[in-house]
DNA sequence: TATTAGATTGAGAACGTTCTCAACTGATGC
DNA sequence: GCATCAGTTGAGAACGTTCTCAATCTAATA
């Protein structure tokens, strides 16, 4: 009786049967032909020794690992870490697993782990680069990123220069609809604090400028400030900077999650309550918004994941398919962080 | 010139050198002896081929998969994505990836999972189990958790009646400072909110009775409220009922994380303010946490997951290796939602 | 009864690696 | 000149699966 202590294969399978491997194979696999008794035979020897087939013994014969790597800055990060849940989840139902790497955004991680998982076969990959604007990617390593071999889809930050598959929210738009909701209450001084360098974030600040110039309000391109990545605390500095040297400044807009924190820590530090002396507007949904009422700009997590899985199965089976981006709706979700701007409605 | 398109094998390399794969395999596994000159082409060949092995091919012969698999309730917990960040990184010192599993605190899915990653042959598992307190584990699936063939160790959570390597925080001496803390700023009525079921929470609350024994304090259990995991708002009602039935309450304890946002909501609610109105103490740090200066008994995440890890490496080459218990210190971080209570100060 | 189509079955190759074993090479000592 | 030895090398088995191919069996038909 077997207890899963030991691991049988198929011979075990085939001996305990009285039948050979390829017979098994018909009966586990089902495909073939496989006399009703045969099959009944086959059946109980696999249920009596708890048979699970070797899927590393599969893998090599079917070049499949039924695995799949997700690619990312950290797991720590609320976006990626939902975006994580979602894929895994996607992932289950096709009896895929899901390999973790962090890249910790640093380059060199990144390369590394796309070395490690294409060596380990893995059928695919989700990539949540690191690469920002401007920077390149040296030609010793651009066959990671754009061999054919291994199908792969960006998702959230696209690398310009190439052609992948790329899921994300539709960043532009989004943040043009949020900028225009702002200035419908009377905001024309919109501080905007964001790392720049992130592709999303540039998107982001495309509709931002979209909706100021529809406006006619004049972009001021010091009241937009950039973080560093791995700054820390810079939502703090750079609220701090931005409160300083324009002290016109009514709202506050903010690109990136990780960054309102500390905005807000700034905030509570100079006794600014939202919205009554500052309106705040950010993305990316988290406890901490729904805590402080904070306006926000939500994308659909779970959307992206189950997306960004689905194509990545199209393209597993088809190769060659088109490349395609798929944009998916963030919404404004409107709570209680912006208001008519104090300054405005007293002048009125 | 190898540029990563095309899959090489051992033995491309081969013929490429002009050598048997036997030698290229002495060479990159560095093994055995090979002369200088042979060396030399074989690397050649390598490198002109960007060969790298196959880890599949690889994982079937040497039987070790160079992968662990974490299963855990969810990775948007924080404590859990924390983990599995610093479980990732040490991993990867080692050449290991890690393999994740949501279960979802659903028994079904850890089953599910534990049998799939078994067939997988991961080198080793590392388990937060949702077995809680009270269910017992059917014969059926015992030996996925009682089986000696798979290293195994549980983090944070135990189960009962399973005996394996456990890594966890000292919750039982942590939570007793912690409380004791409270007394000590003059609280007698403290009240309690976890999910009772969890071998943590349950350590957390022996030390909570203690540090009330200790000071003669007489431990009223309707002050202790549970909450089911997968409430949604938990928190927030256990914090109501709580507030209601025992106006005489001038401390809240939290013992889960996940519960705290929403007990913050309502205080919010009822105009509350830590620590003039309630003292505030909770466990497991947070963004939130640091944001709203709640005093927090801090686990050290990084060093349980440095510590499973390690453990399980010890384990993999040692599978004899006698079972036992390592615990982490947790520490109680005091910022300033905990002050002499109101009542009892004017009652002085 | 002989023939044949179709159903059923097993032997064994292949996936890409590691590593044992045996064989070969030169050089040294007698 | 021959035995010995260390250093070097290659053939091929093994890991556990899938699946092709050919062989065997069954039953139905002529």
């Not at 690469?131 to 959230?156: A, C, E, N, Q």
Request: glycine share 6%; proline share 3%; charged share 25%.
């Amino acid at each position: 009786m077997g207890n899963g202590n030991q691991r049988y294969t198929i011979d075990d399978v085939a001996k305990l049967a009285g039948v050979s491997k390829a017979t098994v194979g018909r009966v586990i696999g089902n495909y073939g032909s496989v006399s009703e008794k045969t099959r009944k035979k086959v059946m109980e020897a696999v249920s009596e020794l708890d048979y699970v087939p070797n899927t590393i013994a599969q893998g090599l014969r079917n070049h499949s690992t039924k695995t799949i790597a997700v690619v990312l800055g950290s797991i720590k990060n609320n976006y990626c870490n939902a975006l994580v849940y979602a894929i895994e989840k996607e992932a289950m139902k096709r009896d895929y697993n899901v390999l973790i790497c962090n890249t910790h955004e640093n380059l060199d991680k990144e390369i590394k782990h796309l070395q490690t998982i294409r060596s380990r076969q893995v059928d695919g990959i989700l990539l949540i680069s690191v690469y920002t604007v401007g920077k390149v990617i040296p030609d010793k390593y651009r066959y990671l990123y754009d061999s054919p071999d291994i199908p792969m889809i960006f998702v959230d930050r696209n690398i310009i220069g190439i052609k992948k598959d790329l899921i994300e929210s539709n960043n532009e738009q989004a943040s043009y609809e949020a900028t225009k909701y702002l200035i419908s209450l009377g905001h024309r001084n919109i501080g905007v604090i964001g790392t720049v360098a992130y592709s999303t974030v540039q998107e982001r600040l495309k509709g931002y400028r979209r909706a100021l110039q529809e406006a006619g309000i004049p972009v001021e391109s010091s009241m937009i400030v950039d973080a560093e990545y791995s700054e820390n605390r810079a939502g703090q500095r750079l609220a701090a900077k931005l409160l300083d040297e324009h002290p016109e400044t009514t709202a506050l807009y903010v690109l990136n999650n990780t960054l309102c924190g500390t905005v807000l820590l700034e905030l509570k530090r100079r006794g600014l309550k939202t919205p009554d002396d500052v309106s705040l507007l950010t993305w990316d949904d988290d406890e901490i918004n729904e805590l402080f009422d904070i306006t926000t700009v939500v994308q659909k997590v779970d959307e992206i994941g189950k997306k960004a899985v689905n194509r990545l199965f199209e393209l597993m089976e088809n190769p060659q398919s088109q490349v395609y981006t798929q944009k998916v709706d963030a919404q404004l979700v409107i709570r209680k962080s912006c208001s008519v701007p104090k300054k405005h409605a007293e002048r009125k």
